[in-house]
């Protein structure tokens, strides 16, 4: 696969574009370990369209009504190749049901 000419296959979880599926109920606490082993970043790039730091990476959730500040959601947190984090979400127990999504990206 290809993304605007960027090859994911040796930055994926087992080599799919796509991680493991997460199960859990409301009430839950679910620790979810991030382990960064993407490249070392490059040069920083000053170009409009190009990738800053793409080594670097963050846990992201869409759907999950969770607390958008660390060790939860928080978007601006980097995870620096080399390195790991454990987030930590506390479902709440009126959490509606349903089909969620997580991904990693640096924002």
Same mark, same amino acid.
């Given at each position: 696969m290809r993304m605007r000419g960027y090859?994911? *296959? &040796? +930055?994926t979880m087992t080599r799919?574009? %796509?991680g493991p599926v997460l199960r859990f109920r409301s009430g839950d606490t679910v620790t979810v370990r991030l382990q960064n082993d993407l490249r070392e970043n490059g040069p920083v790039s000053t &170009? *409009?369209?190009s990738y800053h730091e793409p080594g670097t990476t963050n846990l992201h959730t869409h759907g999950? $009504? %969770?607390n958008a500040e660390t060790p939860e959601d928080n978007?601006?947190?980097d995870v620096d190749p080399g390195t790991s984090f454990t987030y930590r979400y506390q479902i709440p127990p009126d $959490? +509606?049901?349903g *089909?969620?999504?997580y991904h990693a990206h640096r924002h």
């Open positions: 090859n994911p *296959t &040796g +930055a799919k574009a %796509v &170009g *409009t369209n999950l $009504h %969770v978007i601006m947190m $959490h +509606a049901s *089909t969620h999504w």
